[in-house]
Nanobody, 128 residues
């Protein structure tokens, strides 16, 4: 069974940092494709946050997180990471990772949902 398990969420204060992890099981991310992160806040639509190509050589970010978040992947550990810095209350959401069967982030988008499957998510709350 192909699945992701996200971890690393929690409660932090504005300005602090978190690193989310997305560990794959049942398949090798290095042989599958690009991996993306999405988030969904209560009462709001899903929002694409970032995406990284299979090789890790290409990344994209939404305007809302550009310059604050960094996506990376370790194919040997079968894990993708999202380093989040300078967190804001509006970053509060459930974060989940998704898989694409393309090597590049060609179908990723802030409001595009053409991924193959997703994980259950990890919750991030930014509050003072």
């Amino acid at each position: 069974q192909l699945q992701f398990v996200e971890s690393g969420g929690g409660l932090v204060q504005p300005g602090e940092s978190l690193r989310l992890s997305c560990e794959a099981s049942g398949f090798s991310i290095g042989n599958y494709g690009a991996i993306g992160w999405y988030r969904q806040a209560p009462g709001k639509a899903r929002e694409g946050v970032s995406c990284i190509s299979t090789s890790g050589g290409s990344t994209v970010y939404s305007d809302a997180v550009k310059g604050r978040f960094t996506i990376s992947r370790d194919n040997a550990k079968n894990t993708v990471y999202l380093r989040m810095s300078s967190l804001k209350p509006e970053d509060t959401a459930e974060y989940f990772c998704v898989a694409y069967h393309y090597d590049e982030c060609v179908v990723w988008g802030e409001t595009a949902y053409e991924y193959d499957f997703r994980g259950q998510g990890t919750h991030v709350t930014v509050s003072s």
